[in-house]
């Protein structure tokens, strides 16, 4: 069975910094792109990055670009996101999730608020 | 980016009835050398995140009832739920994956009549 389980997620204030790790089990990690997806509290979905299954290639939404880094280590399984100079735009919940082109397994999430 | 708009925003359906969501994207999501189109649907349940249910337009996801269907080509989509069961009430969002960053509509609010 596929599971994915975000962890990290919790209460900053603006210009804060947070890390989010996802760990991946019931598939075999390393030969899967990875993304990580938020929803925001008007219900709507935004991809905000992800990552090749090496690594070698990141993409990223033009909102979190010099902020948000995507990484991930295949011998531990897991997905990280680093949020730095965070606002309190990106106060959202943060889902990870297997990448075929569509998200075929998502994790419950891990809420980030970012408030002073 | 492409930009994904859903019609309607909310829709009550009576139980057993068809249900039928739009999805419309701004430019074409057709990938020429599979002929597949890159445009997704999910459904999400309160206090659940988003499931898959189709993809490539019209293929069902593993697992998902075949009274859910996908259909459409070029920019205009539409998901359909021939027999609306009480199980389906959800909010239903379309995903283009056709173009970096990946898009998604606002969502469609599915309640029972």
């Known amino acids: 069975e596929v599971q994915l389980v975000e962890s990290g997620g919790g209460l900053v204030q603006p210009g804060g910094s947070l890390r989010l790790s996802c760990t991946a089990s019931?598939?075999?990690?390393?030969?899967?792109?990875m993304s990580w997806v938020r929803q925001g509290p008007g219900q709507r979905l935004e991809w905000v990055a992800n990552?090749?299954?090496?690594?070698?290639?990141?993409n990223y939404v033009d909102s979190v670009k010099g902020r948000f880094t995507i990484s991930r280590d295949n011998a531990k399984n897991s997905l990280y996101l680093q949020m730095n100079s965070l606002r309190v735009e990106d106060t959202a919940i943060y889902y990870c999730?297997?990448?075929?082109?569509?998200?075929?397994?998502w994790g419950q999430g891990t809420l980030v608020t970012v408030s002073s | 980016d492409i930009v994904v708009t859903q019609s309607p925003d909310s829709l009550a359906v009576s139980l057993g009835e068809r249900a039928t969501i739009n999805c419309k994207s701004s430019?074409?999501?057709?990938?020429?050398?599979?002929?597949?189109?890159?445009l997704a649907w999910y459904q999400q349940k309160p206090g659940q995140p988003p499931k898959l249910l189709i993809y490539?337009?019209?293929m069902r996801a593993s697992g998902v009832p075949d009274r859910f269907s996908g259909s459409g080509s070029g920019t205009d989509f539409t998901l359909t739920i021939s027999s609306l069961q009480a199980e389906d009430v959800a909010v239903y969002f379309c995903?283009?994956?056709?173009?970096?960053?990946?898009?998604f509509g606002q969502g469609t609010r599915l309640e029972i009549k």
């Open positions: 999730a297997r990448d075929n082109g569509e998200l075929d397994y």
């Open positions: 019931g598939f075999t990690f390393r030969t899967y792109w």
């Open positions: 990552i090749q299954q090496d690594g070698g290639e990141k």
């Open positions: 430019q074409g999501v057709l990938y020429s050398p599979n002929n597949k189109h890159f």
């Open positions: 490539w337009a019209s």
């Open positions: 995903q283009q994956y056709y173009t970096t960053p990946p898009t």
